[in-house]
């Protein structure tokens, strides 16, 4: 194994975590990593943050430089090369870049290809709209929005509040077109409301149970039509309506595919080919609730993914322990997480699903600055087993979704919910933890 050579297809977090897990396991091999862009390693999630101002450095977004992959940890970095074919049964691939198309051998391979922007059909043919998906969409988009003073955004998820809240701090109008009738998919109608009154009331318009019917460049932005018949014109244009997985090169080397169209892998990351490994945002995963393979891309899924993808090409045996889908997004004050599964997504599941809800506090009482923190936990009545929870507040909610977390990673039931050693100090928390009282009112309604 000392002479593999293993080539990696992405430079982002899942490419870059297996490509360094390869190093660190086989000091002598060989390792190289084509990136179709100009940046490896960097931090997507941190890009509506210096959108808005609240990140000053772009290089910040940086964490780890290719001059430092290269002298540090020896792993040869082919920037602006894109890998536009793979032989399988030769093991190997055909790039392309700036000086034409070239061939490489691998002994084992790790497509990290990532995932690309959905945009709704009608909005395909559109030219000057804006996604946020890579850093190398950052210069325009920031570019763009210096010479707009209204910003319309297709989609209410975390990207579109994210960027929502980022055009609200640098000035700008916004608005949003939402195609359900509420925002943050996975929250209960009572969260959601919580999280779009805090939108509205920093200025923001949603419109809900809407689509952009068509849109075309008019000199200054956009003249947009809606579904509802109305008619505007905006500065700027942002569709942030989810992704796909990259998955049309694995596809075209005849790799089989998954939930979504993701790369479909097994435990260990494996693909339906021999030596080749594929992770992250390109590939499927699978849920450790329900134990189903299922798509749902999160930066922590990349890096956990790519590292054991690292580790097996290497010759390792190492088990991907799936994902709860534990998120949180900040909309202006507010925070809200969540993870594992709701009432819905239970049933389907073959659950049957209890929830609660309760409102607590984010600090004692009597302590300045407490807010009011809802929790919301469900539990499936057959096993008392926790299913799912979503929080929304002010502050601590990372904190404590965290917990929801790791209780589910660790199969655990309602009631013992009930009896974990929450931390407390009344700047951080009332006497009465809220998970606690939030799974203490469930396992009441377990019976």
């Known amino acids: 194994m000392e002479e593999t050579r293993v080539v990696v297809i992405g430079g982002d977090a899942a490419g870059m975590s297996a490509a360094s897990r390869v190093r660190k396991r086989l000091p002598h091999s060989s390792v190289v ?11 997507a999630c941190g890009m509506p943050f210096h959108i808005g101002g609240i990140v000053k450095d772009f290089n910040s977004l940086l964490h780890y430089t290719v001059d430092k992959f290269e002298k540090e940890r020896d792993i040869e970095i082919r920037l602006n090369s894109r890998v536009i074919s793979i032989d399988t049964a030769r ?18 391979l790790i497509i990290a290809t990532g995932a690309k922007p959905r945009i709704p059909e009608k909005l395909h043919d559109v030219k000057g709209l804006h996604t946020l998906r890579t850093l190398n969409d950052l210069p325009r988009l920031e570019s763009s929005a210096e010479k707009a003073s209204h910003v319309t955004i297709v989609g209410a998820g975390y990207i579109g509040l994210e960027l929502a809240e980022a055009f609200r701090l640098k000035g700008k109008d916004v608005r949003i077109i939402q195609r359900s009738e509420n925002i943050l998919r996975g929250y209960d109608t009572v969260l959601s409301e919580k999280v779009t009154a805090e939108v509205m009331a920093n200025g923001v318009t949603i419109d809900f149970g809407t689509e952009v019917e068509s ?13 509802s018949g109305e ?3 905006t500065g700027m244009l942002v569709v942030a309506t989810g992704v796909g997985p990259n998955s049309e090169l694995a596809a075209g080397a005849g790799i089989r595919l998954g939930v979504s169209g ?7 990351m494996r693909t339906s080919a021999e030596d080749v490994f594929a992770a992250g945002d390109a ?9 189903r393979s299922i798509y749902m891309p999160l930066a922590t899924g990349s890096n956990r993914s790519g590292r054991v993808a690292g580790e097996n090409a290497a010759g390792g045996h190492v088990r991907y322990t799936g994902i709860t889908g534990t998120e949180v997004v900040k909309v202006f004050s507010l925070e809200a997480g969540r993870t594992g ?8 599941a073959g659950f049957t699903p209890v929830s609660a809800l309760i409102t607590s506090t984010s600090r004692s009482s009597y302590y300045p600055g407490s807010t009011p923190l809802s929790v919301k936990l469900t539990a499936d009545r057959q096993t008392r087993r926790l299913l799912g929870g979503a929080i929304i507040g002010n502050e601590g909610v990372a904190k404590r979704i965290d917990v929801v977390a790791a209780a589910l990673a660790a199969s655990m039931t ?10 407390y100090s009344p700047p951080f928390g009332p006497a009465w933890e809220p998970l606690g009282v939030a799974a203490d009112v469930l396992a009441g309604k377990l019976g």
């Open 283 to 291: 590939a499927t995963t699978f849920n450790r609730i329900t134990g």
């Open 341 to 348: 599964i709701g009432e819905k997504e239970a049933v389907q």
């Open 231 to 233: 008619k505007f014109d």
């Open 91 to 108: 093991h190997a691939v055909v790039f392309q870049n700036s000086r034409g198309e070239g061939n490489d051998n691998y002994d084992r």
């Open 215 to 227: 849109a075309a460049e008019n000199g200054n932005g956009f003249h947009v039509l809606t579904s």
């Open 33 to 43: 990593v084509y990136e179709a862009g100009n940046y490896v390693s960097y931090s």
């Open 262 to 268: 993701a790369i479909q892998v097994d435990e260990y």
């Open 414 to 423: 309602a009631d013992e919910m009930t009896g974990i050693d929450y931390s």
